[in-house]
């Protein structure tokens, strides 16, 4: 795959095309669209996830030119919103929102903590799953991932197949980038850049290039080395080490850290950078998630920022975190009652080799808020 082709690209797209706050999150509704992407319908294909608003222009030429890497974008799509409901459970905003996609609410479009949060997220899970794919064998264009050249330790070899992170990056840059990375190639002094920034969208545009680069840097980083013995009867006369990343759990959990640690801040056109909107004690560095709007605290609907309130959300009444009925309730208070649920019960071993079992009704304790 030759990357460096995205320069002939047509650059003038971003500005007659469709931009909004929300513009490189639209392809995590991929998955909604009912397409085998594993037939040799390429342009159509392509074209319908286009109209479905799921790719913008960018990535539209990226699925047709690099098709073979489709399904994984889509799996990728599929399990950003996996891991960031999975992460955000038991907060008040759950991440539920991330359903909408390609028509977001306004708590992903206006630049806030949760769409750092996403971008970031999203970034990050097509590099793992490409560098993962590139490993099984399921790309043509990319296997396992590069030995380093100095041995892991003593006794020990490079061997096995280490996850292609390299190339999961240039993909991850590609595709997700694509919709604002031509922005910046622009001259500043063109007339319909200026009003563009006017109205804040390259503000977002360079916002979600930074926590993109960020969920992206977050994966690269968490390369960790595994080894094994081999050797008769489990001696170790044979270590080989390869380099695999983490599961997608553990950094959508890191990354849930960088949210909580995220950073308020501003663009400043003449430095071309953004400015913390208050004083920090350490400045932030690439790591450090941004954004430009305030979140409401999602305690009651309000479609101007696209919260949709805890009304009637599961919380727990004897814990203290952020499950509690108290902070999920908002000082609302709770309801509770009692619930059937299905569960199997009565199992039986049956010679030879089954387990039979019975499915029983449980009352089970459910609280909600009010
Ligand atoms: C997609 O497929 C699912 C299950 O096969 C079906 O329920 C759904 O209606 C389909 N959606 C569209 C847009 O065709
Ligand atoms: C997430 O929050 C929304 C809005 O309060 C709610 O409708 C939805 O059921 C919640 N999802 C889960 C899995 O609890
Ligand atoms: C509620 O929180 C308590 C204390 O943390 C815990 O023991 C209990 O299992 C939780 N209940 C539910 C239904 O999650």
Not at 60 to 66: A, G, N, V
Not at 93 to 115: F, I, M
Not at 227 to 250: A, D, F, Y
Not at 260 to 276: D, G, L
């Amino acid at each position: 795959m030759n990357f460096s082709c995205v320069t002939f690209m047509p650059m003038l797209w971003i500005i007659t095309g469709f931009l909004d706050g929300s513009t490189a999150i639209k392809w995590l509704s991929l998955h909604k669209l009912n397409i085998s992407w594993s037939s040799g319908y390429n342009y159509y294909l392509c074209h319908q996830a286009f109209k479905f608003r799921a790719l913008d222009k960018g990535q539209k030429y990226y699925c047709k030119r690099y098709f073979e890497t489709m399904p994984y974008i889509v799996s990728s799509a599929k399990d950003t919103s996996t891991a960031c409901q999975r992460q955000f459970f038991y907060q008040r905003w759950n991440c539920s929102s991330v359903e909408k996609a390609p028509n977001y609410r306004n708590d992903l479009k206006l630049g806030t903590r949760e769409q750092a949060y996403l971008s970031a997220l999203s970034a990050a899970t097509v590099v793992h799953t490409i560098a993962k794919a590139c490993a099984a064998g399921f790309l043509q264009n990319c296997n396992c991932g590069p030995m380093p050249n100095e041995p892991p330790a003593t006794d020990f070899k490079w061997g096995g197949c280490g996850d292609d992170v390299s190339y999961g990056m240039k993909v991850g840059r590609f595709f997700t980038d694509i919709p604002y990375n031509q922005n910046f190639q622009l001259s500043r002094s063109s007339k319909q850049l200026k009003q563009l920034w006017k109205k804040n969208r390259l503000t977002r545009a360079a916002l979600s290039l930074h926590n993109q680069h960020t969920g992206r840097r977050m994966v690269a980083d968490s390369l960790t080395r595994h080894c094994k013995c081999h050797g008769v009867s489990g001696s170790c006369q044979i270590r080989t080490c390869w380099k695999s990343l983490p599961p997608m759990k553990e950094i959508s959990h890191r990354l849930f850290r960088n949210y909580k640690r995220a950073v308020e801040v501003r663009y400043q056109s003449n430095s071309a950078s953004f400015e913390p909107l208050f004083p920090l004690i350490s400045a932030p560095t690439s790591d450090t998630l941004l954004y430009t709007a305030k979140s409401p605290d999602y305690c009651n609907a309000d479609d101007r920022f696209g919260s949709m309130g805890t009304k009637n959300r599961l919380c727990n009444a004897t814990s203290s975190g952020p499950e509690s009925c108290k902070t999920m309730c908002c000082g609302r208070g709770h309801y509770s009652y009692m619930m059937h649920v299905p569960v199997t019960c009565n199992c039986k071993y049956i010679w030879c080799c089954r387990v039979e079992c019975n499915t029983c009704q449980q009352w089970v304790h459910v609280t909600r808020c009010k």
